[in-house]
Every structure is written in C-alpha cells, then in structure tokens.
C-alpha cells in the first residue's frame, strides 16, 4: 500500500509534546480497521479496529518533512476488506497518534499487507 497522509489526532499532539520530553514511548504498532468514517482530530481509536502489529521502523523513518511508519501484517492476520489505519504506542490500548482512510483493500489467508503512513510535520511561523 501506497504512503499516505493521516491526520494528527488531538492526543497524537499531547503525545508528540510528551515525547519532545522524554515523557512518552515511541510509536511502535499500526493498525488496520473496517471503518469509513473521515478522520477527524477529535478521534480517540479507529471506527472498528480489526488487527495490530508492531512497526517494521519502530519510531518512523524521517523522510523530508514527514515522518513514515511502516507494518506488515502477515497472512491470516485479518480476512476481509480494510479501510482505515491507526497509528499507536501501544500494542493494545494506547494513544492514537494519527488515522488515516486507506483502500479499501480486500485481505486473505494467503497474502501479507504492507502500510506505509506518512505524517506530515509542517513549521510553524512567527
């Protein structure tokens, strides 16, 4: 799957703020849902989390003025249509960093998915 821009949820930004300060861990897991509802800053988890697995570049690989996170899920993880995908801290629970709409791409027994999330940091002016 194709790098795509997510939006920073709200408790993605306290996250960041925390982590510029020690206070926090790492990104460290993707997941993937069946939800279609737009992402929205005010999101907290995915509209209907379906599987999720630690990151292949735990804490993302800056790439210009983004930063990309990137997991495969391997065959059998989850078998159905996929739509959305969440960023997290955590394998289970944790904060939501960012969300973003993918495919939708239809998952089987016998392929792996590989996500690529793009974050956009964009600077701030004075």
């Known amino acids: 799957m194709p790098a795509s821009p997510a939006t920073i949820t709200q408790t993605g930004l306290a996250w960041a703020l ?70 997290f801290n955590a394998a289970t629970s944790g904060t939501l960093i960012a969300r973003a709409l993918k495919g939708p791409y239809t998952m089987d027994d016998s392929a792996s998915l590989v996500i690529t999330l793009s974050v956009q940091l964009q600077g701030a002016t004075a």
């Open 18 to 87: 925390s982590r510029l300060t020690g206070q926090e861990v790492a990104a460290s897991h993707l997941a993937i849902g069946t939800g279609s509802t737009a992402p929205a800053p005010t999101d907290t988890a995915l509209a209907n989390e379906v599987a999720r697995v630690a990151l292949s570049n735990p804490g993302g690989t800056i790439v210009g003025d983004e930063i990309r996170f990137e997991a495969e899920f391997p065959p059998g993880t989850y078998v159905g249509t996929v739509s959305e995908v969440g960023l």
